[in-house]
């Protein structure tokens, strides 16, 4: 399972994630997805670590925490929802 953590600023960097996650585990991944046309970051991010326990502390700790001049939202990511039209014939 990954954590989605939302409301970033458009500053950060992988590293910076890795970081301030360490403090409640070891973090396997982060990804900060960027728009396909201007290759800017998207504001949020995921961060995957070791167990849930880590996860779960993570979130507890980070929801609604000041960071970078933003108020992170931080939560269990949602599977990934398919946007394309299903078309029925």
């Known amino acids: 399972m990954s954590i989605y953590v939302g409301n970033l600023s458009y500053k950060v960097t992988e590293e910076d994630l890795n970081q301030t996650f360490a403090d409640y585990g ?11 046309e201007t290759g800017r970051l998207r504001g949020f991010g ?41 078309q029925s014939w």
């Open 26 to 36: 070891t973090v396997k991944r982060v990804q900060l997805p960027t728009d396909r």
């Open 46 to 86: 995921f961060v995957e670590m070791e167990s849930e326990a880590e996860e779960q502390a993570a979130i507890e700790a980070l929801d609604g925490a000041e960071w970078m001049g933003r108020t992170m939202k931080v939560n269990k990511a949602r599977p990934r929802e398919d946007k394309r039209q299903k």
